[in-house]
Structure formats: structure tokens, C-alpha cells
T-cell receptor
Framework: QKEVEQDPGPLSVPEGAIVSLNCTYSNSAFQYFMWYRQYSRKGPELLMY????GNKEDGRFTAQVDKSSKYISLFIRDSQPSDSATYLCAMSKNTGTASKLTFGTGTRLQVTL | ETGVTQTPRHLVMGMTNKKSLKCEQH?????MYWYKQSAKKPLELMFV???????ENNSVPSRFSPECPNSSHLFLHLHTLQPEDSALYLC???????????FGPGTRLTVL
């Protein structure tokens, strides 16, 4: 079993839709949860960062963490064609200044006009 | 320059060549990482350096050799690679204990 499971998609939605992206994980020691966006031929860009359980909102993006269910989500409201990218979830436990990230495989999102 | 830069952006090499990838971070972070990204697979951590000391080597073959001369620079020396090593090689840096990484654009490596 992979430590982090993420549906690879692709997920296709019309412009303006609400998008829900999810990851599940097995290691209860994870404390930090991140979402990265990766455009084609680019490096991953940090989108959202959350510590422990709860919600965090930034503009059209909301990240949710449910540690009891080992489940994290990213919601995108009013999706735009520019949101078309691969979204990677990542998580870590605090081991000092060089904690390593464990990634999901990424979900490819296509927002159509 | 800002953020994390990587050179070259694209590299094609034969199996007998020796080449090096370079990463530079302009964020004042104290940890640097090499990741490998292959199609349909999660990012794989290769090496971690904290304060210029290697703290993790994730069972990477010896044909990959990292070097971290200071906290701003990271190299990945490549020799006698295999075609299956073709991938996007990403460098990242971080500062706090979360490992929250800031990535460079990557080097797209093709081994013939």
C-alpha cells in the first residue's frame, strides 16, 4: 500500500465549476500537509500549506485536513482555464530542518471553456 | 535571480557520458533536496542536505552523486546512466521543520 493515495484523473470540469481534489494517507505521524500545482514542463508551485487538522482558505482555494480519517482535500471555487494543471498533495512529519515530503501521484485537472 | 534556479533545463546524454546538474537557491534556506519525477509516479526523494551535510540518501544508485558546497548551491553529478534514468530532476529548498519545499523548474534529462 502506498503511503499517499491520489486519484491520477484526468478530471475535466467546465469553467466556473467547483473542483474537489483529494488524497488519503496511511501514516498517522504526518503533521504538515501541502498542495502543489504543477503546470506542464514546470516545477511544482506551493499552493496551500496546513498544519494538523482544519481548514485554510486563500482566495478561490480551500484546503481541508481531517487527521482522524487520514484524508485531505483541496477545493477550487469558480474554476478557470488557467487552473488546468496537475495538483500534487504532499505531507511530512517534523524531523528537524530537513524534513522530507511524501507525495501523491498527482491529479491532472482540465478546466474547459 | 529569485527563488530556486536550475541549469541546464534540458539535457540529452549518452550512457557513457558524465554531466552535472546545478541548483541554486536565493531564499536563504538551510536545506536542499533532489527529487526525481517520472511519468505516472510520485515524486521520489533522492537526496537531502541540511546545513551542507547530507542527511538522507534514499537508496539512490551510485551513478548519481550529489554535492553541496554551501547552503545556496547543490549539484547532482551523473555518470554511466541508464535509459530508465530519463526523468525530470527537481531541486527544492526549505527552511522550517515542515519540509515545505520551494521547487526549481527542473532539468528534463534524456538518456540515450
Amino acid at each position: 500500500q502506498k503511503e499517499v493515495e491520489q486519484d491520477p484523473g484526468p478530471l475535466s470540469v467546465p469553467e466556473g465549476a467547483i473542483v474537489s481534489l483529494n488524497c488519503t494517507y496511511s501514516n498517522s505521524a504526518f503533521q504538515y500537509f501541502m498542495w502543489y500545482r504543477q503546470y506542464s514542463r514546470k516545477g511544482p508551485e506551493l499552493l496551500m500549506y496546513t498544519y494538523s487538522s482544519g481548514n485554510k482558505e486563500d482566495g478561490r482555494f480551500t484546503a481541508q485536513v481531517d487527521k482522524s480519517s487520514k484524508y485531505i482535500s483541496l477545493f477550487i471555487r469558480d474554476s478557470q482555464p488557467s487552473d488546468s494543471a496537475t495538483y500534487l498533495c504532499a505531507m511530512s512529519k517534523n524531523t528537524g530542518t530537513a524534513s522530507k515530503l511524501t507525495f501523491g501521484t498527482g491529479t491532472r485537472l482540465q478546466v474547459t471553456l | 535571480e529569485t527563488g530556486v534556479t536550475q541549469t541546464p533545463r534540458h539535457l540529452v546524454m549518452g550512457m557513457t557520458n558524465k554531466k552535472s546538474l546545478k541548483c541554486e537557491q536565493h531564499l536563504g534556506h538551510n536545506a536542499m533536496y533532489w527529487y526525481k519525477q517520472s511519468a505516472k509516479k510520485p515524486l521520489e526523494l533522492m537526496f537531502v542536505y541540511s546545513l551542507e551535510e547530507r542527511v538522507e540518501n534514499n537508496s539512490v544508485p551510485s551513478r548519481f552523486s550529489p554535492e553541496c558546497p554551501n547552503s545556496s548551491h547543490l549539484f547532482l553529478h551523473l555518470h554511466t546512466l541508464q535509459p530508465e534514468d530519463s526523468a525530470l530532476y527537481l531541486c527544492a529548498s526549505s527552511q522550517d521543520g515542515s519540509g515545505r519545499g520551494f521547487f526549481g523548474p527542473g532539468t528534463r534529462l534524456t538518456v540515450l
